[in-house]
Each structure stands twice: as C-alpha cells, then as structure tokens.
C-alpha cells in the first residue's frame, strides 16, 4: 500500500510513532530517545513544539523548517534508537521473517500516523491531548509526568499547574490518536 503524506509548507504537523508490539521499551531507554532526536536535529532544522513520551508510544507537534523533511525526521530518530538499542533488555525480542528480509530490528511498528494542524484551534486541541496522555494511560497527572513539555507550558503561563481537572477531561475525551 502507497501512504500519501500531506505536504503543506510553513504547516505543524502532529505524529505518533508507537513500539512494535507496543512493547514497553521508550521510558527505560529514554536518554536514547534524546540522543536520537538530537542526532536528528544535526541533519534536520525543526522546532518541537510539544512531546509526551510513555512506555511504548509518543506523541510529538513539530514544525520543520521544509515541510517535505518530516517523515525523514521521524525515520532518523527512529533508526537512531533501533541501532543504539541493546535488544537483549528486551525480553520478547523475536523479528520475523519479513523484519530479517526487510534488514529491520523490529523496535517500532513501521509506519507512523501525522495529522497536519489546520487552525489555531486543531493546534491547541492537539496540545491538549499530547499534555492529557499521561492522565489517559497511566492516571497520572500531567503535571507529574516529567517525560512531556507539560511543565514548560506551565512556566510559560499557558496551562495552570493543576490543568485537566473533570472539566478540562471530558473536553478532550473526544479525541484519539493512536
């Protein structure tokens, strides 16, 4: 099956990669998961804008300086990381048959899902539920989750400290990205 990419310049896009197998693997190897989006900001301009990091998943907002480079970002972090990750920490590591042929390590799935931000409001939405996953995942309050930007948006004004109360939840219920 052929993907088509959205490709609108000047656009913030919003990704998720997830694990293969949604294996459990990113917060224990999270300094790898840093070193490989910094190793891929050596080759790639782009701003992040907002992340949230869990076991097996992450959701990221980035902006790239040329819009057609964001899935060459993605792919660079995510071959960063399976090069550098020590597959013997992972206790059902199996690649398959298409994984030996296809030369992979079977750490993420091989696809990723993007969403290109349409407005003001796509884009707050989407902040909103980048910053609300760990409430979603683990009930653990966003404030409390030191692997996301929410704590950073604090400072900067723009969420409260104790943001996604009841209200705030049933606001962004409606959205799922994964």
Known sequence: MNYKRLYIPNSIVFITIVTSKRR???????ELLKFSIQNAHKYYNFKIYAICVLNDHVHLLI???KINEFSKIILLIKRTFSKK???NTITD?????SNIKRKERDIWQRRFWE???RDEEDLYRHIDYI?????KHYQIAPKDWKYSTF???VKNGYYELDWCNFEDKYKILD???E
Not at 24 to 30: G, H, P, R
Not at 93 to 97: C, G, L, T, V
Not at 131 to 135: A, E
């Open 24 to 30: 459990n693997i990113l917060i224990k190897n999270i």
């Open 63 to 65: 902006k790239p300086d």
């Open 85 to 87: 990750l020590d597959i």
């Open 93 to 97: 590591y199996k690649p398959s048959e």
């Open 115 to 117: 969403h290109t931000i």
């Open 131 to 135: 910053h609300y996953n760990p409430i």
């Open 151 to 153: 704590n950073n948006f």
């Open 175 to 177: 959205l799922d990205y």
